[in-house]
T-cell receptor
Framework: QKEVEQNSGPLSVPEGAIASLNCTYSDRGSQSFFWYRQYSGKSPELIMFIYSNGDKEDGRFTAQLNKASQYVSLLIRDSQPSDSATYLCAVIRGGGADGLTFGKGTHLIIQP | EPEVTQTPSHQVTQMGQEVILRCVPI?????FYWYRQILGQKVEFLVS????????KSEIFDDQFSVERPDGSNFTLKIRSTKLEDSAMYFC????????????FGPGTRLTVL
């Protein structure tokens, strides 16, 4: 049974601060890792993906992957009120057409 | 920027009726997917489709469900004899190459079964 665990929150962060979101996964065969953002009533929107251990930066976002610990994180620097959303961690084995396994998401609130 | 489109945005049906949800994946993408999200719950994988056949399906995707690519652009999900518990958001997604590639989601169809 593939599981992806996230703290559901809400996680409240002051505007301008760093928001840190965490995710653990159970399937050691997972190869690709994604962070999606979902606003209420909307579809998941890709924020970042990461395949290799270490850090990957894209603008204000940094994804971190530690396959040995089966742990993925997302850092959001200089948090803005528009970053308030639910952040979904998703993992996949890849190599075929298998589907993403999603966590329940962390509800992030950026306080102005 | 290319995007996945879905119609209708909201579908209301009576229990026991059949519904067809439609998706137009991004044009150069080869892998297509359906997911669902029951209100307040996580996004769940239903089925993936490649080269005109189902590649993988989850436990949720039972005989009540079917998928089809009737022409070169549309990708459909048919739900036969809908049940109350089928009420959910249904998302279509597509990826360019393998599933390890990024999957881009459509805006979703909200299905309400009365």
């Amino acid at each position: 049974q593939k599981e992806v665990e996230q703290n559901s929150g809400p996680l409240s962060v002051p505007e301008g601060a760093i928001a840190s979101l965490n995710c653990t996964y159970s399937d050691r065969g997972s190869q690709s890792f994604f962070w999606y953002r979902q606003y209420s009533g909307k579809s998941p929107e890709l924020i970042m993906f990461i395949y290799s251990n270490g850090d990957k930066e894209d603008g204000r976002f940094t994804a971190q992957l530690n396959k040995a610990s089966q742990y993925v994180s997302l850092l959001i620097r200089d948090s803005q009120p528009s970053d308030s959303a639910t952040y979904l961690c998703a993992v996949i084995r890849g190599g075929g057409a298998d589907g993403l396994t999603f966590g329940k998401g962390t509800h992030l609130i950026i306080q102005p | 920027e290319p995007e996945v489109t879905q119609t209708p945005s909201h579908q209301v049906t009576q229990m026991g009726q059949e519904v067809i949800l439609r998706c137009v994946p991004i044009s150069n993408h080869l892998y297509f997917y359906w997911y669902r999200q029951i209100l307040g719950q996580k996004v769940e994988f239903l089925v993936s489709f490649y080269n005109n056949e189902i590649s993988e399906k989850s436990e949720i995707f039972d005989d009540q469900f079917s998928v089809e690519r009737p022409d070169g652009s549309n990708f459909t999900l048919k739900i036969r004899s809908t049940k109350l518990e089928d009420s959910a958001m249904y998302f279509c997604a597509s990826s360019e190459s393998s599933s390890a590639d990024t999957q881009y989601f459509g805006p979703g169809t909200r299905l309400t079964v009365l």
